[in-house]
T-cell receptor, first 109, second 114 residues
Framework: GQNIDQPTEMTATEGAIVQINCTYQ??????LFWYQQHAGEAPTFLSY??LDGLEEKGRFSSFLSRSKGYSYLLLKELQMKDSASYLC??????????WGAGTKLIIKP | NAGVTQTPKFRVLKTGQSMTLLCAQD?????MYWYRQDPGMGLRLIHY???????AKGEVPDGYNVSRLKKQNFLLGLESAAPSQTSVYFC?????????????FGDGTRLSIL
């Protein structure tokens, strides 16, 4: 079966750094996406990784290791507005997205 | 600059009633998707379309039907609503499904079946 695992909830302090992990087992791999979803809102695209390594985009970075079936999203200089759920999704061999249940990130002052 | 628009935003139905959820996108995207999102679970694909006049089943298609008569619209129908269909429904669209093509989501429809 296909499976995406993420921690259910994480707590961090404003101004700090947090790393959200995602491990996956899927039938094929055509890239990994990270989305942000604020409560009651639509998911919005954050990043895409298809090759091993780190992709940096401002305060957010995403890392991929295909051999380990592992990715993480790194958020720096946390702000209160970063309180949201972060969804990991893998595009499988049929080009369908398989979604994790999401990690709820709580930022405390 | 609407993007993906879903209507209605909220709806309460009684078991056995039918309804149609509407999704419209103004980005000229070929691909459109319907997902449901339930607590503690990832988004699950119900049906999708790779172009006008085409539809295909996703992971959880039972109890739902779809139509894509126009490129910009993708309709999701519940013929006989059941309490298990209580969920938040998201429509999404993308230029294509290959490689780097992020999906763009609507704001969701919150549906309760009593």
């Amino acid at each position: 079966g296909q499976n995406i695992d993420q921690p259910t909830e994480m707590t961090a302090t404003e101004g700090a750094i947090v790393q959200i992990n995602c491990t996956y087992q899927t039938s094929g791999f055509n890239g990994l996406f990270w989305y942000q979803q604020h409560a009651g809102e639509a998911p919005t695209f954050l990043s895409y990784n298809v090759l091993d390594g780190l992709e940096e985009k401002g305060r957010f970075s995403s890392f991929l290791s295909r051999s380990k079936g592992y990715s993480y999203l790194l958020l720096k200089e946390l702000q209160m507005k970063d309180s949201a759920s972060y969804l990991c999704a893998v595009m499988d061999s049929n080009y369908q997205l398989i979604w994790g249940a999401g990690t709820k990130l709580i930022i405390k002052p | 600059n609407a993007g993906v628009t879903q209507t209605p935003k909220f709806r309460v139905l009684k078991t056995g009633q039918s309804m149609t959820l509407l999704c419209a996108q103004d980005m000229n995207h070929e691909y459109m998707y319907w997902y449901r999102q339930d607590p503690g679970m990832g988004l699950r694909l119900i049906h999708y379309s790779v172009g006008e006049g085409t539809t295909a089943k996703g992971e959880v298609p039972d109890g739902y039907n779809v139509s894509r008569l126009k490129k910009q619209n993708f309709l999701l129908g519940l013929e006989s609503a059941a309490p298990s269909q209580t969920s938040v429904y998201f429509c999404a669209s993308s230029f294509a499904s290959e490689a780097y093509q992020p999906q763009h989501f609507g704001d969701g429809t919150r549906l309760s079946i009593l």
